[in-house]
């Protein structure tokens, strides 16, 4: 069976996420912060260097600047509940996700927040005239998503958050697509916040994602619970980032990330070449039959394609490749912004995603399955 769905979630991981997951549930198989005995130590003493390795990678300075939720999606709620306030203005991109779009319409229905949303067309314009077209005397954040979970077109634009940052507005990225793929460091780029997720690009097990913090935030946090420390408070204590982790944190996956992202420092250049290689083969294959429609084709990308057939339906498609071993995602892929700037929303997209672990030779498959599809 050949795995092109790997902007979902990565299949095949680093035999070291395997290796420490199961470490941990087998010679640890405790919780940090809830018991001062030697385990509980070791524990906490590996959550903290998860912070550490997580700092490193996307560039910050504080190894405390993050905060682990199950996933992005928890994080960017989390992000947004806590920073908006009543009358904010939020500007946004067409290609946010709904884990972005959802609980920013969400406020705006409950008359909290407002948002704009930038058109396919004027991500093409300068910094300066993307803020002048879409910001307000309110306005008070710029949300860019790396890259598109539909197309693969790599949205994140460093200029334009400098330029945000150069009017007073703050930044927010979500990284859930790409942050294995591109090289992001929030400290040179300004960046406020970023979320991210483990389970996709940066190769750890699902049930890890989390907010990373530029400055300590002075937000409430969105669960209440155990946290660990303070247990004497009747709410969450006032203590970074253990006050917004309320909860038992999933270690397994946590300390599976820890693995992941010491491989992919350790091995980056590499990693990043292999994966310019089979984004450039697959690019090359997908021209080779006129019958394909490849949404974005003409911007920077990451190695995720958003594809249609000619004459055949997407869901179609699916089930052919399918019947075929191969497997890949039909229909919205939770974007509907970008479905409706692309004009796809009636038939929906194929996507076919490549992970590290991808072949030429798979994709060699894949084309030629491809074009026997009539």
């Known amino acids: 069976m050949i795995y092109f769905d790997n902007a979902a979630t990565t299949k095949q991981k680093p035999q070291e996420v395997y290796d420490a997951f199961l470490h941990y549930v087998q010679d640890i198989g405790v919780s940090p912060g809830r018991g001062s005995y030697q385990l509980g130590i070791e524990a906490s003493r590996m959550l903290y260097q998860t912070r550490k390795v997580v700092s490193e990678y996307f560039g910050l300075i504080r190894n405390s600047g993050v905060i682990f939720t199950k996933n992005s999606t928890e994080a960017i709620n989390l992000f947004f509940r806590g920073f908006l306030c009543e009358g904010n203005h939020v500007v946004i991109t067409c290609y946010e996700h709904n884990a972005v779009l959802r609980p920013l319409q969400t406020m705006k229905e409950e008359g909290i927040i407002d948002f704009s949303i930038i058109s396919r067309d004027d991500l093409l314009l300068s910094p300066i005239e993307i803020c002048d077209k879409y910001f307000r005397d309110n306005t008070v954040l710029l949300v860019n998503t790396l ?85 004497d408070s009747y709410t969450n204590p006032k203590v970074f980032p253990e006050g917004y982790e309320a909860g038992t944190l999933n270690m397994p996956a946590i300390w599976s990330l820890h693995a992941s992202l010491t491989k992919m420092l350790d091995c980056r250049n590499l990693i990043y070449q292999k994966e310019q290689e089979l984004k450039d083969y697959m690019m090359k294959k997908l021209s080779e039959d006129e019958r394909i429609v490849l949404y974005d084709s003409e911007f920077d990308r990451i190695g995720t394609f958003g594809i249609n057939l000619c004459g055949i339906k997407s869901n179609d498609l699916v089930k052919y490749l399918d019947e075929n071993e191969i497997c890949v995602r039909g229909g919205i892929h939770c974007a509907i912004l970008a479905h409706e700037a692309l004009g796809t929303v009636k038939d929906g997209v194929v996507r076919v995603s490549l992970g590290l672990f991808n072949t030429k030779e798979e994709i060699d498959t894949f084309s030629n399955i491809l074009k026997g599809c009539k």
């Open 147 to 231: 890259a598109s979970n539909l197309t693969g077109r790599i949205i994140y634009n460093s200029e334009l958050i400098k330029e945000a940052k150069r009017r007073g507005v703050q930044s927010f990225v979500d990284s859930s697509q790409g942050a294995g793929k591109i090289q992001i460091n929030m400290s040179e780029g300004q960046i406020d916040y970023l979320a991210f997720t483990g389970h996709k690009d940066l190769m750890a097990l699902p049930g890890v994602g989390g907010l990373c913090c530029l400055e300590k935030p002075k937000w409430k946090p969105l669960l209440q619970g155990g946290t660990g420390v303070l247990g």
